[in-house]
């Protein structure tokens, strides 16, 4: 016992180094201490075991031989019974044998006479009932001696019968003829038992000798058995010591292993290996210290497993919190990431919508489609180069299609690429078009790219940790409230955040999209930590703050730019959103911000044609360089010949190509801002109506605002072109933006035309009643001379109307002949009206030919203007004059005459108030009265009676 005692200090002592390196180190001399004790009562314990068991043994080996000794009883017992057995059936044949012979003895007395047999003839038959019931009790009693094991059945069978007594008196019998049996058989055996006796004799000297030498060898044993007990008694001692060392080594060697495991744990904590630190703790708990638990160091080892339990759980709590801090910061970078993806996604799903929908006009008009749009450069990315959401390998095929859109094209499939292609010629920013870089990022990962990686192995740590210890119900409550707290930050618009400054409202929805991007896959991957009724409840919350915060922002002033900035990223921003199943309805939001771009835009546009009109005069543009002559005329659809010579000068003004780029880039705009949430083409359409009425009216104020004439007429034209610009470029361009093969525009160039007319009309009518009035100042009623030459104010009227017919012969036909048949209807009655002047008492025939001069001066203008109608409008005036001077004027009074020569002087009380005043009286002209004025007098007596014939007509209503 001491030797083990000394070994297993040694063996403690070498393991005290390993144990004072581990956390339990300022316990080990203790431990060795009580170690050292414990192995003492351990060997004790399993010696008094041993001991126990070999008694056990040798009781076992006694029971053995006792119940050996019981069978071998029993089994001579089973032959003794035989040997009887075998000796009763020896006696019923000796029996049977006496029996058959008093058998024969009876019939020999047969031969008696037959009196002596009738005298003993009852007798006889006595005896003979006799024997019978002694037969029967017989043959019941062997029964009974025969049955063995059956004497149950017997004896009940007697009892039944009522024949017990005579059984127990036959027995009796039997009993006393069994004896006498047995008295003659051992007389007749005689000599064999005398025998027997002598042989028995024998067996006992040899039994006796046989015992004697059994003593000497049993004294020989006993003195060899002494030495070998003795020896075995050692070997056994050493056996036992030999047990109790390993006992205590196996006992070590655990510890050791205990001691090692908790190293690897407190290594597996320090990696953030959890997994495996609580596999080591398990291990412990359930295999290794259980078996141990009676030594005071494993229970010492018990005791701390909760202290180790929770530094596993505080450093996986320590390291989630880390990842919490780190998952927040990086919820924006999530965001901005899956709304570039979905960005690129939605313009590559465009392209291909948009194809489709060319190939299906081109199919339907394909001469049209050709027509209406150029081919692009078969280097250009196409709709059929562009990989689908579900196929973005599609792109890497790029090359293979460049090939094949290198190749000639037929018509119908020139119509589905460039139509494809229309819509980054319309004025759309670079920025909006798809390049090959963006397609890699839909091959990216949404947590681990180029940008940024946001693990989630710290969170499946801890979870695993607080779900192996039974914690997860803590560890749910502390995410859940620490998530709310986020929420609360993230969810709120900050103050002072603005729709004008991008970059600050899309870091607000990235955070936002990536709050819940981020929930998603933890709900997906890590169990629901949040309840789907929570993360909805945020998510409402979300939303209403969002567009509770753009409504105020409409309220505000927004640049139309910065509107479609914004429709297109919450467009992007809700279809992210969507993708990961939290459902949004910004079309409120939408509208509202179409009604703010729409008045923005359309003011925009008119801030800028107002300012390019402020120096305008409105003149022939003249374009003197070739590439502007393609970029402002043959691109707008303003050229009045195929012409492409230089320098050239266009019949509208340098406004007009201005006009035409504007108008086209509001087109583009509109129609930026209506896809994916409006009806592309009945948006564009209304819009493109609202701006060209608004420009419209500037353009109108700005021309009328002119003074020349000639600016008039440019002005006139700037709205001709303007409208061919509407049908043969505007109009295409909305369809092709919008895929619609019928769309028609409401303009006003009509209306605005016809204003301009009037005012031109106007403009001559004014500059026609100047002239005629100043000359009206200078001209002599009454004359004694008359003039030859037009007078000088109507002279600069015909010069005037020279350079306006020149401005005139610029315009349309019809538009031609209404202003000149309109200019020429003044002239007419200013001339008139020269000779009803209420300030003019009366006039001579000299006064009549100075104003026949001035109409012969524009006689001459009509005769050479481009209106074959022109002369027959100055008729008035010169009917007039001509009966003013004709020999004799009361000729028109003559129907035919009158018919013949003064067709237009139908109304007779103009015409009497123009005769009342041509007077050459001597009274006046110190001369004789002459014939004409007899002629004059004939003349205004017949209109006077004409004239009140004509008033005393009843007047007929129209």
Not at 396 to 409: E, F, I, N, S, T
Request: proline fraction near 3%.
């Amino acid at each position: 016992m001491a030797g083990i005692g000394n070994f297993g200090k040694k063996v403690v002592t070498g393991v005290r180094d390993k144990v004072s390196d581990n956390v339990y180190g300022p316990n080990a001399q203790r431990l060795e201490k009580k170690l050292e004790g414990r192995l003492a009562k351990k060997i004790a314990k399993d010696e008094k075991l041993e001991s126990k068991r070999e008694e056990e043994e040798r009781l076992q080996q006694e029971k053995l031989q006792k119940k050996d000794l019981k069978y071998e009883q029993k089994q001579a017992a089973k032959k003794d019974k035989k040997d009887k057995k075998e000796a009763k059936l020896e006696k019923k044949l000796v029996k049977k044998d006496k029996k058959n012979k008093k058998d024969d003895t009876d019939d020999d007395s047969d031969d008696r006479p037959l009196a002596a047999d009738r005298s003993a003839g009852s007798a006889t038959d006595e005896a003979a009932a006799a024997a019978a019931a002694a037969a029967e009790d017989e043959s019941l009693l062997s029964t009974l001696v025969e049955s063995d094991y059956q004497l149950e059945a017997s004896i009940k069978a007697v009892f039944e019968a009522g024949k017990e007594q005579a059984v127990l008196g036959q027995l009796d019998n039997f009993i006393g003829r069994r004896e006498k049996d047995i008295e003659e058989i051992c007389s007749s055996h005689y000599q064999e038992f005398i025998a027997s006796v002598d042989g028995l004799l024998q067996v006992r000297a040899e039994t006796t000798a046989l015992r004697e030498a059994i003593g000497d060898i049993n004294a020989d044993l006993q003195d060899a058995a002494a030495s070998a007990l003795g020896t075995y008694q050692q070997l056994y001692h050493h056996r036992r010591m030999r047990l109790n060392m390993a006992r205590a080594v196996e006992l070590i060697n655990d510890c050791q292993y205990i001691l090692g495991l908790l190293s690897q744990m407190n290594e597996f904590v320090a990696s953030g290996e959890y997994y495996m630190a609580l596999k080591i703790v398990d291990q412990l708990e359930r295999v290794h210290l259980p078996p141990l638990a009676d030594y005071s160091f494993v229970q010492y080892l018990v005791s701390t497993m909760p202290q180790i339990k929770d530094k596993i759980v505080r450093t996986a709590t320590n390291e989630f919190n880390g990842w919490f801090y780190k998952m927040r910061e990086q919820s924006g970078d999530v965001g901005s990431f899956a709304i570039d993806q979905t960005s690129v996604q939605l313009r590559l799903d465009e392209q291909l919508q948009n194809a489709n929908k060319a190939a299906t006009l081109a199919l339907q008009e394909p001469a049209a489609a050709v027509a209406a749009v150029a081919v692009p450069d078969a280097k250009a990315p196409t709709a059929a180069a562009t990989p689908s959401r579900t196929g973005v390998s599609a792109y890497r095929r790029r090359g293979a299609a460049d090939k094949a859109a290198a190749a000639p094209v037929t018509p119908l499939e020139a119509a589905g690429a460039a139509v494809a292609y229309t819509v980054a010629s319309i004025g759309t920013p670079i920025r909006d078009k798809t390049t090959p870089s963006e397609y890699a990022i839909l091959q990216e990962n949404l947590f681990a790219n180029r940008r940024y990686t946001l693990d989630f192995l710290p969170l499946y740590r801890c979870l695993h940790v607080y779900k192996t210890l039974a914690r997860y119900d803590q560890f749910q409550t502390y995410y859940r409230d620490n998530r709310r707290l986020q929420a609360n930050i993230v969810l709120r618009p900050s103050d002072g955040m603005s729709l004008s400054d991008e970059l600050d409202y899309q870091a607000y929805l990235h955070k936002v999209a990536g709050f819940f991007i981020v929930e998603d896959r933890i709900a997906k991957t890590a169990d629901e930590l949040m309840h789907k009724p929570e993360v909805a409840k945020m998510w409402t919350k979300a939303v209403v703050n969002i567009k509770a915060w753009i409504q105020e922002q409409l309220t505000y002033g927004i640049a139309p730019a910065k509107l479609i900035v914004a429709k297109d990223f919450l467009y992007a921003f809700s279809k992210t959103l969507q993708a990961f199943g939290f459902e949004v309805d910004f079309q409120e939001s939408f509208e509202l911000m179409r009604e703010k771009f729409s008045d923005g835009q359309v003011s925009d546009a008119s801030a800028k044609f107002e300012k390019a009109l402020e120096p305008e005069q409105f003149e022939n543009m003249v374009v003197s360089d070739g590439s502007k002559l393609e970029a402002l005329v043959f691109a707008n659809q303003l050229n009045p010949s195929d012409s492409r010579s230089v320098p050239q000068t266009l019949p509208f003004s340098r406004q007009v190509p201005y006009y035409c780029s504007l108008v086209k880039e509001c087109i583009g705009e509109f129609h930026r801002f209506a896809k994916n949430v409006l009806d592309v083409a009945e948006f564009v359409r209304k819009m493109t109506e609202r701006t060209l009425h608004t420009l419209n009216q500037l353009l109108v104020t700005a021309i009328d605002k002119c003074t020349a004439f000639r600016s008039l007429s440019v002005g006139w034209l700037d709205l001709h072109w303007l409208e061919h610009a509407a049908v043969h470029d505007w109009q295409p361009l909305i369809g092709r933006v919008s895929y619609s093969r019928k769309v028609r525009l409401v303009m006003s160039f009509d209306k605005h035309r016809r204003y301009l007319e009037a005012a031109m009309a106007d403009m001559v009518r004014k500059r026609i009643a100047a002239a005629f009035l100043a000359a009206d100042a200078t001209i002599a009623w009454t004359s004694s001379s008359a003039r030859t030459e037009p007078r000088q104010a109507l002279k600069e009227l015909k010069s005037y109307l020279d350079e306006t017919f020149a401005a005139i012969y610029t315009l349309p036909a019809q538009v031609i002949e209404d202003m000149l048949r309109e200019t020429f209807k003044t002239l007419s009655t200013a001339f008139v009206s020269c000779l009803l002047v209420p300030s003019m008492a009366r006039f001579n025939s000299n006064a009549v030919r100075g104003l026949d001069a001035d109409l012969r001066l524009f006689e001459s203008l009509a005769a050479a203007c481009k209106l074959s109608s022109a002369p027959y409008l100055l008729l008035e005036p010169r009917q007039v004059f001509d009966l003013m001077l004709a020999d004799n004027p009361e000729d028109y009074a003559d129907a035919s005459i009158r018919k013949q020569r003064y067709s237009s002087l139908n109304d007779t009380g103009k015409l009497l108030r123009i005769v009342e005043q041509f007077k050459e009286d001597s009274k006046w002209t110190l001369r004789k009265r002459t014939p004409t004025d007899k002629h004059v007098e004939a003349l205004v007596t017949t209109l006077r009676s004409w004239h009140a014939s004509q008033a005393q007509m009843p007047k007929i209503d129209e």
